[in-house]
Nanobody
Framework: QVQLVESGGGLVQPGGSLRLSCAASENLFSIVVMGWYRQAPGNQRESVATISRGGSTNYADSVKGRFTISRDNAKNTMYLQMNSLKPEDTAVYYC?????????WGQGTQVTVSS
């Protein structure tokens, strides 16, 4: 069982920045892949960015060049730096981790981009 706790969401104006954090209850070396997903009202949950244990990253086309995913193994924490935020980035953001073939999810954190 892996517990994930997200933080860092909030209200920001278009063009602003936020950094999301995801604290894991397990050592990140045991987690093969972690990722950030988001779900806007009326939409399906979509992948935003993923990072492997080795540090390989993948991004959705809609966030490339604006968002950066990273992980600090010493702190058992994953981050999502979000810059140049747009209203269409508004969603609940979820942290996910795959541990021994099982996907675990956090409770989500709301990000609202609005003037």
């Amino acid at each position: 069982q892996v517990q994930l706790v997200e933080s860092g969401g909030g209200l920001v104006q278009p063009g602003g920045s936020l950094r999301l954090s995801c604290a894991a209850s397990e050592n990140l070396f045991s987690i093969v892949v972690m990722g950030w997903y988001r779900q806007a009202p009326g939409n399906q949950r979509e992948s935003v960015a993923t990072i492997s244990r080795g540090g390989s990253t993948n991004y959705a086309d809609s966030v490339k060049g604006r968002f950066t995913i990273s992980r600090d193994n010493a702190k058992n924490t994953m981050y999502l730096q979000m810059n140049s935020l747009k209203p269409e980035d508004t969603a609940v953001y979820y942290c996910s981790a795959r541990h021994f073939g099982v996907d675990f999810w956090g409770q989500g954190t709301q990000v609202t981009v609005s003037s």
